[in-house]
């Protein structure tokens, strides 16, 4: 079956440090990967839809600036907490879809989760 | 506006029979998706459905009605692991992902 990564698994920064997340899409290529952000208890929130090779789209309401999205090979994303703050705490998911499957089923990775001090 | 429906909490009997509604209202259809999600832990594929009808895989079964705007998953001989939230996700006209907020199952032995 497909198989995502991320790393990594947990993070643990100081405010005001960036942390990089990264996603790979391991046994099959992904022209699309999405972000995901979810708080205790809540549904997952996608913060950002990243196309190989182009800028990524943002939903509304996340800042851009902050949350840096790179998609620079069909197996690589990576999504930067810039200037992190306690409020940035969070599980952050990335899901990547495979190109050649029919049924555009999203495969998660295991998620990272940021704790912001 | 897109919107999807879910109960937020259900409990069940280690052994039963549970089934977690969803209803949906979003613009275009390609397919509905149910996942299970563990607390702390990322989503997993349940099952997808972009016809009417029942799929059966194993002890989970998902239903769905496009005229209605409705779709269930059904749980057979429940486990105390199947204690979980399930997410209904819908598949817009735009092949975005519209997520439901979870449904979060309780199994009492």
């Known amino acids: 079956g497909a198989v995502v990564s991320q790393h990594p698994s947990w993070v643990i920064c100081k405010s005001g440090t960036s942390v990089k997340i990264e996603c790979r899409s391991l046994?099959?290529?992904?022209?699309?990967m999405f972000w995901y952000r979810q708080f205790p208890k809540q549904s997952l929130m996608l913060m950002a839809t990243s196309n190989e090779g182009s800028k990524a789209t943002y939903e509304q309401g996340v800042e851009k600036d902050k949350f840096l999205i790179n998609h620079a090979s069909l197996t690589l994303s990576t999504l930067t907490v810039t200037s992190a703050h306690p409020e940035d705490s969070s599980f952050y998911i990335c899901?990547?879809?495979?190109?050649?499957?029919?049924?555009?089923?999203?495969?998660f990775g295991p998620g990272t989760r940021l704790t912001v001090l | 506006g897109q919107n999807i429906d879910q109960p937020t909490e259900m409990t069940a009997t280690e052994g039963a029979i549970v089934q977690i509604n969803c209803t949906y209202q979003?613009?275009?259809?390609?397919?509905l998706f149910w996942y299970q999600q563990h607390a702390g832990e990322a989503p997993t594929f349940l099952s997808y459905n972009v016809l009417d009808g029942l799929e059966e895989k194993g002890r989970f079964s998902s239903f769905l009605s496009r005229s209605k705007g409705y779709s269930y998953l059904l749980l057979k001989e429940l486990q105390m692991k199947d204690s979980a939230s399930y997410l209904c996700a819908v598949l817009d006209s735009n092949y975005q992902l519209i997520w439901g907020a979870g449904t979060k199952l309780i199994i009492k032995p």
């Open positions: 899901s990547a879809r495979d190109i050649t499957d029919d049924y555009n089923e999203q495969f």
């Open positions: 046994d099959f290529q992904a022209t699309t």
């Open positions: 979003t613009s275009g259809f390609n397919g």
